[in-house]
């Protein structure tokens, strides 16, 4: 194994010694890198020195461990903060994770303590990180697009069925759209589609290992567009696991300039997969309170899995100024930016959904605000 390089940061010299101290018994697996005294030093230092860990004491002068933290996360995803503290500093702590610090440890620590909490952080992070770096390498053709939000109903599926005919037809991409909410996927009822083979058939034939075999297994809904569709009931989803998923992926990501996924609002294994090698998540909110306090939790599950704020997008569905908080107090609430805003259009998304005629593909609607805000979504997305 590679030693772990770890930067110490910490205002007292004193300390800083004494970790370096129990750090140099164990040279051969761990390396320190630096020393700061302060979290504007330590932001300085990272692209120095590129350490896996640093080690982090919350109150220091100019630029404490929390701001420090934060900005790591936003700037330097992939180094792992562990925070110090001294005992009653519950909040500070909660922030401190909240801010994206991977652990914690309370001062003062004896040797055991240090030595498994770096090892373990290390060890966790690390794998997940380097393998999605690989998977990033690793992707060609298509640019992998999910839908995804933490509380169901907010308009996931609308809003990718929608936004895949637009990126076929007004973006001319070729574009695959993957129902990969396994248990209740509903693209096929939004295009009036019941017959259909599904992913599930596909799993059943045992047709997962080739593009060629897979892609009997697609509806084709235009000249630009192809839809795989979710099993018709919520049993079948047991069948297709992980491995499944990837290999239709992957079949599939050479033959697409873009490929949208509507996925399921959980954090299975399918679903890690899928977010995981997505360049994109689109998180979907409503300005609901309930779906406004999930989608923070949410982010908050995705800032800890690694990804950075480039990759998840929060995009707000069903916007009226009728739910009594405005968009300015929802910017308060999350550091991500909002990256579109969809509104609310009871009529035209009712009689859309009702009829299995998605009104991104309607000519009396194409002028409507809810459709125009999907074609803006869209340009962004491919510009
Ligand atoms: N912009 C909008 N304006 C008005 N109604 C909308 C809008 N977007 C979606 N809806 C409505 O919200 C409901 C839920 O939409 P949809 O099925 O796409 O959500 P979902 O997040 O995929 O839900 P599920 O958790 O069931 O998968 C639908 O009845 C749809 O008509
Ligand atoms: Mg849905």
Same mark, same amino acid.
């Given at each position: 194994?590679?030693?772990?390089?770890?930067?110490?940061?910490?205002?007292?010299?004193?300390?800083?010694?004494?970790?370096?101290?129990?750090?140099?018994?164990?040279?051969? $697996?761990?390396?320190?890198?630096?020393?700061?005294?302060?979290?504007?030093?330590?932001?300085?230092?990272?692209?120095?020195?590129?350490?896996?860990?640093?080690?982090?004491?919350?109150?220091?002068?100019?630029?404490?461990?929390?701001?420090?933290?934060?900005?790591?996360?936003?700037?330097?995803?992939?180094?792992?903060?562990?925070?110090?503290?001294?005992?009653?500093?519950?909040?500070?702590?909660?922030?401190?994770?909240?801010?994206?610090?991977?652990?914690?440890?309370?001062?003062?620590?004896?040797?055991?303590?240090?030595?498994?909490?770096?090892?373990?952080?290390?060890?966790?992070?690390?794998?997940?990180?380097?393998?999605?770096?690989?998977?990033?390498?690793?992707?060609?053709?298509?640019?992998?697009?999910?839908?995804?939000?933490?509380?169901?109903?907010?308009?996931?599926?609308?809003?990718?069925?929608?936004?895949?005919?637009?990126?076929?037809?007004?973006?001319?991409?070729?574009?695959?759209?993957?129902?990969?909410?396994?248990?209740?996927?509903?693209?096929?009822?939004?295009?009036?589609?019941?017959?259909?083979?599904?992913?599930?058939?596909?799993?059943?034939?045992?047709?997962?290992?080739?593009?060629?075999?897979?892609?009997?297994?697609?509806?084709?809904?235009?000249?630009?567009?192809?839809?795989?569709?979710?099993?018709?009931?919520?049993?079948?989803?047991?069948?297709?696991?992980?491995?499944?998923?990837?290999?239709?992926?992957?079949?599939?990501?050479?033959?697409?300039?873009?490929?949208?996924?509507?996925?399921?609002?959980?954090?299975?294994?399918?679903?890690?997969?899928?977010?995981?090698?997505?360049?994109?998540?689109?998180?979907?909110?409503?300005?609901?309170?309930?779906?406004?306090?999930?989608?923070?939790?949410?982010?908050?599950?995705?800032?800890? $899995?690694?990804?950075?704020?480039?990759?998840?997008?929060?995009?707000?569905?069903?916007?009226?100024?009728?739910?009594?908080?405005?968009?300015?107090?929802?910017?308060?609430?999350?550091?991500?930016?909002?990256?579109?805003?969809?509104?609310?259009?009871?009529?035209?998304?009712?009689?859309?959904?009702?009829?299995?005629?998605?009104?991104?593909?309607?000519?009396?609607?194409?002028?409507?605000?809810?459709?125009?805000?999907?074609?803006?979504?869209?340009?962004?997305?491919?510009?």
């Amino acid at each position: 194994m590679d030693k772990i390089k770890i930067l110490i940061a910490d205002d007292i010299e004193e300390t800083r010694n004494v970790i370096k101290k129990i750090l140099n018994l164990e040279k051969k $697996l761990f390396e320190v890198v630096g020393e700061a005294s302060n979290g504007e030093e330590v932001i300085r230092l990272i692209p120095k020195v590129n350490p896996d860990i640093i080690l982090m004491d919350i109150n220091m002068p100019i630029l404490n461990g929390l701001e420090a933290t934060e900005k790591i996360t936003n700037e330097f995803p992939y180094v792992n903060v562990i925070i110090m503290s001294v005992q009653g500093e519950t909040e500070y702590l909660k922030k401190a994770m909240f801010y994206g610090a991977k652990e914690y440890i309370i001062k003062p620590f004896n040797y055991d303590a240090l030595i498994s909490t770096i090892t373990a952080t290390y060890k966790k992070y690390r794998e997940r990180q380097v393998s999605l770096l690989i998977k990033q390498e690793e992707r060609s053709k298509a640019k992998i697009i999910s839908y995804f939000s933490s509380k169901g109903g907010v308009g996931k599926s609308v809003l990718a069925l929608n936004s895949a005919i637009t990126l076929s037809k007004e973006d001319s991409k070729k574009t695959l759209l993957l129902d990969m909410d396994l248990l209740f996927g509903d693209i096929s009822m939004l295009v009036n589609q019941y017959n259909q083979k599904t992913i599930f058939n596909a799993v059943d034939d045992g047709q997962v290992d080739s593009y060629e075999n897979m892609k009997n297994y697609l509806y084709k809904y235009n000249e630009n567009l192809d839809i795989l569709f979710a099993p018709l009931n919520p049993e079948a989803s047991e069948y297709i696991n992980r491995d499944s998923v990837e290999k239709i992926i992957k079949n599939f990501e050479n033959y697409y300039d873009v490929i949208i996924i509507d996925t399921g609002i959980n954090f299975d294994n399918n679903n890690l997969y899928i977010l995981d090698y997505s360049e994109v998540i689109l998180f979907v909110s409503t300005m609901e309170i309930v779906s406004l306090k999930n989608t923070k939790l949410g982010l908050q599950v995705m800032e800890s $899995l690694g990804y950075d704020k480039s990759k998840v997008k929060l995009v707000i569905n069903k916007f009226t100024q009728n739910y009594g908080i405005s968009k300015s107090e929802v910017k308060d609430v999350f550091t991500n930016k909002i990256f579109a805003m969809i509104p609310e259009d009871q009529k035209i998304v009712s009689i859309s959904v009702n009829s299995g005629q998605p009104f991104c593909d309607n000519h009396r609607y194409y002028k409507s605000k809810v459709a125009k805000a999907i074609k803006s979504m869209c340009k962004k997305l491919v510009e």
